[in-house]
């Protein structure tokens, strides 16, 4: 009697096929050949959309390092990678996953969780892009601390082990398991302690102070009506062009007209929780490296006067870089908006409360809080050991992030109990950021003339 094969074994055996598409050994070549474009090109045709003025100050962040330029260079991979033959062991990605796009956030419950924060590019495709620029970018970060390439290497195949042995012990969980896994070694890493300083500093309280300062009024102003004390000032966000630029009252409607339909997509117990603040100023912010020319407002509003203080990001998103490659994607059909809502949310265990989207000037747009005790890692600082550590961290927060949106069957499948995988993109990566710095140096040869066209 023949015995019928379990879900589990179904999945396994897929992932074991998908072998016949691309061999686990070919994922080291990276050769890009005399007929690849122009870095610098790819990165000028991803300049749509964006506002002007800004895109040299893009470009300044850029070449600041390899590691800056990588991280404003998300196109670049994706053109790089993105043609190639693929696994189609499909999952969500992250879409720009590197070593600073991890940290910590407030969840729901005000506890702090550490995770992938930083979902622009996210959407539904093969999980070995996400693997892939992780890898390379923990080799040019253990890089840029001075190390040797042999550490290097190291460091990249601690993230490689860790994913791998990951996926398997989520290929081995309950599903619903698998959907509440938290993670818990962050404390291995010594300077994960500053991390989470950081983050309890980080409130609204502190943004308030940091990026708001009192209205200016006369010295005798006006007292609370009955009282001998006066009425506490009004808050109004501080002038830093281009860095932070307060919005006229006119400049300002759209932005706040366009919290309206934001607030029907949530849910009903948060909306009452927003409806309860009101709008006191909107600023134009500039953020990131791969984000600077893209439109980011911060509205400032007050609940129960100036000391409770809550600030929303109203983020514009574009097409992911990824999108020309993979345009069956299943998230491909919704705004761009959404599909950050939705990918976030499929890989993050917990998400900020009032995420959203919305609509604006025929822009798509992320809502959320800006940065509710959110903070990084300072990678550049860490030792030799620390850098296993993160690295190590990083591997399980991404394979939880890819078994949770989904088949750690299939890709354990795939991935096997060798090391055949590991070493293939060890490979790649080393020979990845190698790339990098030559496309870096291509763009700083490049600066004095952007910075001509800007003045």
Request: net charge positive.
């Amino acid at each position: 009697m023949q015995t019928l094969e379990s879900p589990r074994q179904r999945s396994r055996k897929a992932g074991q096929q998908r072998r016949k598409q691309v061999g686990r050994s070919g994922h080291a070549h990276w050769k890009h050949g005399h007929a690849r474009r122009s870095a610098f090109d790819i990165l000028r045709t991803a300049e749509h959309n964006r506002v002007p003025h800004l895109i040299a100050l893009k470009y300044q962040r850029m070449a600041l390092s390899p590691f800056s330029y990588f991280r404003g260079a998300a196109p670049v991979m994706a053109h790089d990678i993105g043609s190639e033959p693929d696994t189609g062991i499909v999952c969500q990605l992250c879409g720009d996953a590197h070593v600073q796009n991890l940290g910590s956030f407030s969840a729901p419950d005000g506890s702090l969780v550490f995770d992938i924060n930083d979902l622009d590019e996210t959407l539904a495709g093969p999980f070995e892009w996400d693997v892939k620029r992780m890898a390379a970018s923990i080799h040019l970060t253990v890089r840029a601390a001075k190390q040797s390439e042999h550490d290097c290497r190291n460091a990249v195949r601690a993230f490689l082990h860790r994913y791998a042995k990951s996926i398997a012990v989520f290929a081995s969980m309950p599903i619903v398991d698998v959907a509440h896994y938290q993670v818990h070694r962050r404390t291995e890493v010594a300077t994960m302690q500053s991390v989470f300083t950081l983050a309890e500093r980080s409130t609204p309280l502190h943004l308030r102070d940091t990026l708001t300062q009192p209205a200016a009024t006369s010295t005798n102003h006006r007292k609370r009506k009955g009282t001998h004390a006066p009425e506490a000032q009004p808050r109004l966000f501080r002038s830093d062009p281009p860095l932070l630029t307060r919005l006229s009252p006119a400049e300002a409607a759209p932005v706040l007209n366009a919290l309206a339909p934001y607030m029907e997509g949530l849910q009903p117990e948060r909306r009452h929780l927003l409806s309860r603040y009101r709008p006191v100023d909107v600023a134009f912010k500039v953020v990131g490296t791969g984000s600077v020319g893209l439109r980011d407002y911060v509205v400032y509003l007050e609940g129960n006067g100036p000391d409770d203080p809550l600030f929303l990001q109203i983020k514009q998103e574009i097409a992911s870089a990824w999108a020309s490659y993979a345009p069956n994607a299943p998230d491909s059909a919704v705004s761009p908006g959404e599909r950050v809502v939705n990918g976030q949310r499929a890989m993050q265990i917990q998400s900020d409360p009032f995420l959203g989207y919305t609509h604006m000037d025929g822009r798509d747009y992320l809502v959320r809080q800006l940065n509710d005790r959110k903070a990084s890692l300072n990678t550049e600082v860490l030792g030799k050991a620390a850098l296993l550590h993160y690295s190590n961290l990083c591997g399980e927060l991404l394979a939880r992030g890819h078994a949770r949106s989904g088949d750690p069957n299939e890709l354990a499948g795939y991935i096997g109990s060798g090391t055949r995988f590991e070493k293939a993109i060890a490979d790649f990566a080393a020979s990845y950021a190698d790339q990098t710095e030559a496309d870096w140096k291509e763009l700083t040869k490049l600066m004095p003339n952007l910075r001509n066209q800007s003045s």
